[in-house]
């Protein structure tokens, strides 16, 4: 099972939205999710990866707005 992000990045003005994106990917870079799918959008992690992705998400609060789906298995179309 994994569990997928879906994530988007909300800000009122594009100054503010530059600012939000960039602090995004250097915290995420830093958490060394090597194993983990990313695409601009998407992460997918392992189930024990949970509670890291959670505080993440949750430092930038209503700059990023995330939906959490739990898969059994996930494949390309």
Request: hydrophobic share 40%.
């Amino acid at each position: 099972m994994d569990i997928v992000y879906i994530y988007d990045v909300k800000a009122p003005n594009k100054r503010e939205f530059n600012r939000v994106k960039r602090m995004f990917y250097y915290y995420l870079n830093k958490l060394g999710l090597k194993d983990a799918f990313r695409t601009k959008s998407v992460i997918a992690v392992e189930p024990k990866k949970e509670k890291l992705m959670d505080e993440f998400f949750k430092r930038f609060g209503k700059n990023i707005e995330v939906y959490k789906i739990f898969a059994e298995s996930i494949e390309l179309l």
